[in-house]
């Protein structure tokens, strides 16, 4: 069993960013593909970016150039730094844990990300 607890979301002006982390449980974290996922008012959740055990990633067309994860194995910790944020980037924001990059197995409880003027 995996425990997920995502932190830094908040309210951030269009342009500006924000860091998002996600502390997980366990000792065997540096097996797990960590995902982030998100979840518009009114829209289906959707995958923002992936990076799995062995340190690959992948985005969503939507953030390719303004977002970028990242984990720290010894800190057993995940991370979406999020740059040049977009009114259309708010959302809930989620952090995953998967055996199979694909399949998440864990979530975390989300964290909220608005960007408003």
């Known amino acids: 069993q995996v425990q997920l607890v995502e932190s830094g979301g908040g309210l951030v002006q269009p342009g500006g960013s924000l860091r998002l982390s996600c502390a997980a449980s366990?000792?065997?974290?540096?097996?797990?593909?960590m995902g982030w996922y998100r979840q518009a008012p009114g829209k289906q959740r959707e995958l923002v970016a992936t990076?799995?055990?062995?340190?690959?990633?992948n985005y969503a067309d939507s953030v390719k150039g303004r977002f970028t994860i990242s984990r720290d194995n010894a800190k057993n910790t995940a991370y979406l730094q999020m740059n040049s944020l977009k009114p259309e980037d708010t959302a809930v924001y989620y952090c995953?844990?998967?055996?199979?990059?694909?399949?998440?197995?864990?979530w975390g409880q989300g964290t909220q990300v608005t960007v408003s003027s």
């Open positions: 366990g000792s065997l974290f540096s097996r797990y593909a």
């Open positions: 995953t844990a998967a055996v199979v990059v694909t399949l998440p197995r864990y």
């Open positions: 990076i799995t055990s062995s340190g690959s990633t």
